[in-house]
């Protein structure tokens, strides 16, 4: 894992600006004036030169970058006295650090190493849980009229009957539907995008390879599918490790009907 304290901004920053001072040809100016900017908390910061604004920068995106390190570790339960990362800086521009280089890398290295196990317990406290509340959820399913239970656990219940071709794994289908979590929480709909979606119905998830081969084109389905059919203990922003997901299908087209569509 990356340390939480990099500081390849600070480094970019000010390399960006020599750099870009070293492509310009020197020019001989007349000193400018004092420049006044106003900050949002109404204190007025003068600059009497160019180079002093640029200084002034450095620190402000120092200063976000620095802010934004030390939430990450709060969001979890580390917390980072923001007094004591200025006193750090303090100390080095005064050229007293009161850790050497050695016990500074392996400061953070440790950090690194509790960021990282405490993300780790985190995601898989979640991960039981999503789990379980799944395991419920397909209890109280299975109760509903009409569903049926796979071998695999792939749960269906048809809402929209038809009498069309049904597909095979190895055709393509066109389909519009809509994908939620188990507590309604939507993470994908054809719908919003405002047009179908047209795959190989071998290359998607098995839940949805199984459950499209049950459907006759024209019919529309509610699938209740188990972690292990869907994305089972991978952990993404939209649907959390071991999620159960509903998905509502509605099959338009299979075959070469559907490819022309693509």
Same mark, same amino acid.
């Given at each position: 894992?990356?340390?939480?304290?990099?500081?390849?901004?600070?480094?970019?920053?000010?390399?960006?600006?020599?750099?870009?001072?070293?492509?310009?040809?020197?020019k001989?100016e007349?000193?400018?004036?004092?420049?006044?900017?106003?900050?949002?908390?109404?204190?007025?910061?003068?600059?009497?030169?160019?180079?002093?604004?640029?200084?002034?920068?450095?620190?402000v995106? @120092?200063a976000?970058?620095?802010?934004?390190?030390?939430?990450?570790? $709060?969001?979890?339960?580390?917390?980072?006295?923001?007094d004591?990362?200025?006193?750090?800086?303090?100390?080095? @521009?005064?050229?007293?650090?009161?850790l050497?280089?050695?016990?500074? +890398?392996?400061?953070?290295?440790?950090?690194?190493? +509790?960021?990282?196990?405490?993300?780790?317990?985190?995601?898989?406290?979640?991960?039981?849980?999503?789990?379980?509340?799944?395991?419920?959820?397909?209890?109280? @399913?299975?109760?509903?009229?009409?569903?049926?239970?796979?071998d695999?656990?792939?749960?269906?219940?048809v809402?929209?009957?038809?009498e069309g071709?049904?597909?095979?794994?190895?055709?393509?289908?066109?389909? $519009? &539907?809509?994908?939620?979590?188990?507590?309604?929480?939507? =993470?994908d709909?054809?719908?919003? +995008?405002?047009?179908?979606?047209?795959?190989p119905?071998? +290359?998607?998830?098995?839940?949805?390879?199984?459950?499209?081969?049950?459907?006759?084109?024209?019919?529309?389905?509610?699938?209740?599918?188990?972690?292990?059919?869907? &994305?089972?203990?991978?952990?993404?922003?939209?649907?959390?490790? $071991?999620?159960?997901?509903? =998905?509502?299908?509605?099959?338009?087209?299979?075959?070469?009907?559907?490819?022309?569509?693509?």
């Amino acid at each position: 894992m990356k340390s939480v304290f990099k500081v390849s901004l600070l480094a970019a920053t000010v390399m960006l600006a020599v750099g870009c001072q070293k492509e310009e040809e020197p020019k001989v100016e007349k000193a400018p004036a004092v420049e006044q900017v106003q900050t949002e908390s109404a204190e007025a910061v003068n600059f009497a030169t160019e180079d002093d604004k640029a200084a002034y920068a450095i620190g402000v995106s @120092f200063a976000n970058y620095l802010s934004a390190s030390l939430d990450k570790p $709060n969001e979890i339960g580390i917390t980072l006295n923001k007094d004591m990362v200025l006193k750090g800086i303090e100390d080095v @521009f005064a050229g007293k650090p009161g850790l050497n280089e050695e016990e500074t +890398r392996l400061a953070l290295e440790a950090l690194d190493k +509790r960021v990282a196990e405490t993300m780790q317990k985190k995601v898989e406290e979640a991960s039981a849980q999503a789990k379980k509340a799944g395991d419920d959820f397909r209890a109280e @399913f299975a109760k509903q009229e009409g569903v049926v239970t796979t071998d695999s656990g792939l749960m269906y219940q048809v809402l929209t009957p038809a009498e069309g071709k049904k597909p095979k794994s190895t055709d393509t289908v066109e389909v $519009n &539907y809509k994908g939620t979590l188990i507590d309604g929480t939507q =993470f994908d709909s054809s719908y919003d +995008r405002g047009e179908p979606a047209a795959f190989p119905l071998n +290359r998607v998830i098995p839940g949805w390879t199984e459950g499209v081969q049950l459907m006759p084109v024209g019919s529309k389905f509610k699938f209740v599918i188990p972690p292990e059919l869907a &994305y089972g203990t991978q952990d993404t922003p939209t649907i959390p490790a $071991n999620s159960t997901l509903v =998905f509502e299908v509605e099959l338009l087209k299979v075959g070469n009907d559907a490819q022309a569509a693509q």
